[in-house]
Nanobody, 124 residues
Framework: QLQASGGGSVQAGGSLRLSCAASGLTFDTYTMGWFRQAPGKEREFVAAIKWGGGYTGYGDSVKGRFTISRDNAKNTVYLQMNSLKPEDTAVYFC???????????????????WGKGTLVTVSS
């Protein structure tokens, strides 16, 4: 089970940190990812961190602004979002891919488990 939290409303240029707590799975064997979905748009890849080490990947629209990290001792993955823009407004989902080899440009269909989303609203 994955539980995302930390969403909210923020002005453009601000920051938020999302958290996703995992339970019922061997967390350190999962590549963890963040996706987002804006109204009327498809779900898109935001960031991922591989299970075996610190390898990370980011969507082009968030590179240099967002940072993904994980704490295996706490079974939690984080997404630090800085310099937020109105176009970052979306529902953000965390997802897990068991022993996932890839960590860039992940497709939603490749993930094994999903959490409920958390809404991020960025106002101009």
């Amino acid at each position: 089970q994955l539980q995302a939290s930390g969403g909210g409303s923020v002005q453009a240029g601000g920051s938020l940190r999302l958290s996703c707590a995992a339970s019922g799975l061997t967390f350190d064997t999962y590549t963890m990812g963040w996706f987002r979905q804006a109204p009327g748009k498809e779900r898109e890849f935001v960031a991922a961190i591989k299970w075996g080490g610190g390898y990370t990947g980011y969507g082009d629209s968030v590179k240099g602004r967002f940072t993904i990290s994980r704490d295996n001792a706490k079974n939690t993955v984080y997404l630090q979002m800085n310099s937020l823009k109105p176009e970052d407004t979306a529902v953000y989902f965390c997802a897990a891919d068991r022993l996932g080899y890839y960590y860039t440009n992940l497709k939603p269909g490749s993930m094994d488990y999903w959490g409920k989303g958390t809404l991020v609203t960025v106002s101009s």
